[in-house]
């Protein structure tokens, strides 16, 4: 079974200080990591995906198969990061197609 | 391109009634996956759709079916609707694997 753990909920920070959102799976397959974000009023949007290895808007997360993690980062937080985060999992080498499991989410707020 | 769009935004229904949502993917996109989101469960796969055919599903009760057209447009149906039915219902498309997706704004049900 796929599992996403998310174990903050809430994670607040100041302005220009490093974030650190955690993530950890539990898979027995090949994954597929990927975190997504919701900005206030906003859909579901696409941030990162762990196989692309890119930096978007100053974030990067590496995904760890021994750690069995997919920490997301960014050295100096903004204000307009503040929004709900959710990883994902999918299932890269099976059949499992279209599922998307999420993780809980956690609300990072960024104070000025 | 433009995005996923989902219709109704919002429905009111009574215990008992039918229900049916609609999704268009993004031009292109030939894969629809189906979420419900609840405070208490977070986001859970309803099922995907590729090519007209349902490739994947995940754990509900059989009151809740779904199809796809070959416009790739999809509509999901839930019957005899329950309280706990209530939620935002999210579409996402994705361009072939079902991996990548793509959210729609979601349609917010609501049972009484």
């Known amino acids: 079974a796929q599992r996403v753990t998310q174990p903050e909920k809430l994670l607040s920070v100041f302005k220009g200080a490093p974030v650190e959102l955690k993530c950890n799976y539990s898979y027995s397959g090949s994954p597929e990591l990927f975190w997504y974000v919701q900005y206030s009023r906003q859909r579901l949007q696409l941030l990162l995906r762990h196989i692309s290895r890119e930096s978007i808007k100053g974030f990067t997360a590496d995904l760890n198969k021994g750690e069995t993690s997919f920490h997301l980062k960014k050295p100096f937080a903004q204000e307009e990061d503040s929004a709900m985060y959710y990883c994902a999992l999918s299932d890269a080498g099976g059949t499992s197609y279209g599922k998307l499991t999420f993780g809980q989410g956690t609300i990072l707020t960024v104070h000025p | 391109k433009a995005g996923v769009t989902q219709t109704p935004r919002y429905l009111i229904k009574t215990r008992g009634q039918q229900v049916t949502l609609s999704c268009s993917p993004i031009?292109?996109?030939?894969?629809v996956s189906w979420y419900q989101q609840t405070p208490g469960q977070g986001l859970q796969f309803l099922f995907e759709y590729f090519s007209e055919t349902q490739r994947n599903k995940g754990n509900f009760p059989g009151r809740f079916s779904g199809r796809q057209f070959s416009n790739s447009r999809s509509e999901m149906n839930v019957s005899t609707l329950e309280l706990g039915d209530s939620a935002l219902y999210l579409c996402a498309s994705s361009p072939w694997t079902g991996r990548e997706q793509f959210f729609g704004p979601g349609t917010r049900l609501t049972v009484l």
């Open positions: 031009s292109g996109h030939r894969s």
